[in-house]
């Protein structure tokens, strides 16, 4: 039986689930790879931690020159995350010949273009499925099911913290501090939650998604991010009244000479597919010119189902070895579409203003609007009788730049306290009459 040896650089949640999905589902293993996977190493920071799973201690290393210097493993699986000594680690495999799995979304939004370099120079394959969206094989599909299409748009819940937490904040009407405590209470939210909540991690994996689908190499500062902390019980309530709900979406829209890369807090239709994944649930929704609307969904974390992708990925890259098939990659292409500055892309918006309930302060508002070419399809008055009211809008078709300037006009008006919440709204089309 033909054996490939492998080292796994860190066995914590993901690489847990690895070392477990090995020894559980040996046959089916081998039975697509035709080998037999043996784990020779594994490095850790602590090789005398205490772990619940019964490995061998004599796999442990916290040196990783046992790991690069040894011939016989052939694959290096970096599961342990950061971002520089990740990245030093890879390169140096790379360099030795072994071929590279990772789960490691923030070193390839950052350094993804060297690594991929690298691994065509040495000739070593490079997988990283649970990068994206955990075990939703949403990687494999757009290298290989769909090569065959020009991908014109990609909407993704992508971080399963903010979407767990935005659904609690619907379901429950409770604040965004409350939620978050308790899912870090429960450990689905990381002590430091900023990553997650600030849409950072969304955006890394925008990052890699959109080089995938645009044929592109996109970077990291090039995608717009916002977070979810600003989101109100309120929001959510009005987004409710007008037949929305708010989900932390990344987007990438491609035409042939510009790319739209954006995260942010959206309204999205209630009927829309997107808005019915809950929880922590992950999806990511595709629009191919051949294939049409397509949507994955699944879970974006966790130790099983992001091991099932690093499991996939290693056979793959044994497959490759075996048939010396080469994988392509878009993420070291050279850019001919111009990304959009923010200001320049359109949609729709829900803007909540807190103003002083005088007479004539709508009819200002409006046009202040109108005057920066902002049409407005809703507005909804709410807190009749008090000194100070909610007022919202929801506005037709619109530049981001034109909205931007008229929030700045009307917010310097004595009559308006502050501009409680700006939203995007996103219908998937522009509507009748936008
Ligand atoms: N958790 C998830 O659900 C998902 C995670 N990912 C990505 O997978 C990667 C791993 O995440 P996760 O499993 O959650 O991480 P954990 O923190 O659970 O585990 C990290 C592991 O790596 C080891 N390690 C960390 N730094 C070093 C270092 N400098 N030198 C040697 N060993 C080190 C740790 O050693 P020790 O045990 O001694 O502390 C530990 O075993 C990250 O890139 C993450 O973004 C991707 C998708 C989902
Ligand atoms: N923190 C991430 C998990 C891994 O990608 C999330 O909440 O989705
Ligand atoms: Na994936």
């Known amino acids: 039986m033909k054996k490939i040896k492998i080292a796994l650089l860190g066995i914590g949640t993901v690489g847990g689930g690895v070392w477990e999905i090995l020894q559980t589902n040996k046959e089916e293993i081998f039975r697509n790879s035709s080998c037999e996977i043996e784990v020779a190493k594994i490095l850790v920071k602590n090789t005398d931690k205490k772990r619940d799973k019964a490995i061998p201690q004599n796999l442990f290393t916290s040196n990783y020159e046992d790991i690069v210097k040894d011939k016989e493993i052939q ?6 995350g950061g971002i520089e000594e990740a990245r030093d680690y890879i390169v140096r495999g790379i360099k030795a010949k072994k071929h590279i799995v990772t789960a ?5 939004a950052t350094h993804g273009e060297e690594i991929i370099k690298e691994a065509k120079t040495a000739g070593v394959e490079l997988y990283y499925e649970a990068s994206v969206a955990g075990g939703i094989p949403i990687i494999h599909a757009l290298k290989e099911s769909l090569a065959g299409n020009k991908v014109q748009q990609i909407m993704g ?6 979407n767990y937490i935005l659904t609690k904040m619907t379901n429950e009407k409770v604040d965004f501090d409350m939620v978050l405590k308790e899912a870090q209470e429960k450990g689905y939210a990381e002590a430091d939650p900023t990553a997650d909540v600030e849409g950072y991690d969304a955006a890394h994996k925008l990052t890699i998604l959109s080089s995938l689908s ?3 190499s996109v970077k990291f500062h090039e995608v717009y991010r916002e977070g979810i902390s600003k989101i109100t019980p309120i929001d959510i309530e009005y987004a409710k009244e007008l037949g929305y709900v708010i989900k932390l979406l990344a ?4 035409t042939d000479d510009s790319l ?7 309204f999205i239709p209630q009927t829309h597919p997107l808005a019915s994944v809950n929880d922590s649930f992950n999806a990511v929704f595709v629009k191919g010119n051949a294939v049409g609307d397509l949507m994955f969904y699944g879970r974006g974390a966790g130790d099983l189902p992001t091991g099932s992708a690093v499991v996939g990925d290693i056979i793959s890259v044994i497959k490759d070895i075996n048939c010396k098939n080469a994988a392509a990659h878009a993420i070291e292409e050279k850019s001919n579409r111009n990304i959009k500055p923010m200001g320049e892309t359109e949609g729709e918006y829900y803007i909540r203003l807190i103003v002083n309930d005088k007479p004539g302060v709508l009819g200002t508002i409006a046009s202040l609007f109108g005057k920066n070419n902002v049409s407005l399809s809703s507005v909804i008055q709410k807190g009749e009788g008090v000194p100070s009211v909610s007022l919202v809008f ?6 981001e730049a034109d909205v931007q300037r008229a929030i700045e006009e009307i917010i310097s008006l004595e009559e308006v306290a502050k501009l409680a919440n700006l939203i995007r709204v996103e219908n998937g089309q522009k509507r009748m009459g936008a």
């Open 75 to 80: 694959i290096i699986v970096e599961v342990m």
């Open 104 to 108: 490691n979304k923030a070193l390839l």
């Open 157 to 162: 819940i992508l971080n399963g913290t903010t």
């Open 214 to 216: 645009f044929g592109t």
């Open 251 to 254: 987007i990438g829209k491609g």
């Open 260 to 266: 739209e890369l954006r995260v942010h807090p959206t």
């Open 394 to 399: 929801i506005t037709h078709f619109t530049k």
